[in-house]
């Protein structure tokens, strides 16, 4: 079975300061890793992926993620937090090959950032 | 412009009521989804469909109808409306690769009184 943990219900950085927001996961082979944010009264917005290969993705709007396989983790990072990045951030996994296109996703990390 | 749309984005209703909840894209994704939101629960999947005429159940199916007659549209209908389906639906579609992201739409906030 998947799974995804977001440590973390709550993450507070102050602007111009990096951010990370934690993600780790579980599936019986390979995973696909997404995050994506999302802001009030929205729907979720893609902010970036991991398929294969270099261990280090980047996204949108200064966005970054680091797979690392042997701590099934996939952290999000940024080097300097905007307070408009303030929101709530989803990490999912999908196991390769596995059935259908179904996510699991994690129950979510709510950022602020201080000005 | 391209997308996904749901409708309406707020309904009150009374328990006991059918309510549906539509959902349209334009990117002609193969597979779509519904999800619920709900606080101390995140996402859960209500039901997904891989293409018209092919629908299945998610984690949470009971009390919830869908179908797929065109590929563009995947309604979601709560027959008979009860005070535990209040919650902030969405919809979302992905293309059959299974390396690509779910799009989502902006949701529906559904209140039962």
């Known amino acids: 079975a998947q799974s995804v943990a977001q440590p973390e219900d709550q993450v507070n950085v102050a602007e111009g300061n990096p951010l990370t927001v934690k993600c780790t996961y579980s599936?019986?082979?390979?995973?696909?890793l997404f995050w994506y944010v999302q802001y009030p009264n929205r729907g979720l917005q893609f902010l970036l992926k991991?398929?294969?290969?270099?261990?280090l993705v980047k996204g949108s709007y200064g966005f970054e993620a680091e797979f690392n396989k042997s701590q099934t983790s996939f952290h999000l990072k940024k080097p300097s937090a905007l307070v408009s990045d303030s929101a709530l951030y989803f990490c999912?996994?999908?196991?390769?090959?596995?059935?259908?296109?179904?996510?699991?996703f994690g129950p979510g990390t709510r950022l602020s950032v201080l000005p | 412009d391209a997308g996904i749309t749901q409708s309406p984005r707020y309904k009150i209703t009374e328990t006991g009521r059918q309510v549906t909840l539509m959902c349209h894209q334009t990117?002609?994704?193969?597979?779509m989804f519904w999800y619920r939101q709900d606080l101390g629960h995140g996402l859960r999947l209500i039901y997904y469909?891989?293409?018209?005429?092919?629908?299945d159940k998610g984690e949470v199916p009971d009390g919830y109808v869908v179908s797929r007659s065109k590929t563009e549209n995947f309604p979601l209908t709560l027959e008979s409306a009860t005070r535990s389906q209040t919650s902030v639906y969405f919809c979302?579609?992905?293309?059959?690769?299974?390396?690509?992201?779910?799009?989502f739409g902006d949701g529906t906030r559904l209140s039962i009184l």
């Open positions: 599936v019986s082979g390979n995973p696909y």
């Open positions: 990117w002609s994704h193969s597979y």
């Open positions: 469909s891989a293409a018209a005429d092919i629908t």
């Open positions: 979302a579609s992905s293309d059959t690769l299974s390396n690509q992201p779910q799009h």
């Open positions: 991991y398929i294969t290969g270099d261990n």
């Open positions: 999912a996994v999908r196991e390769q090959g596995g059935y259908g296109q179904n996510f699991v």
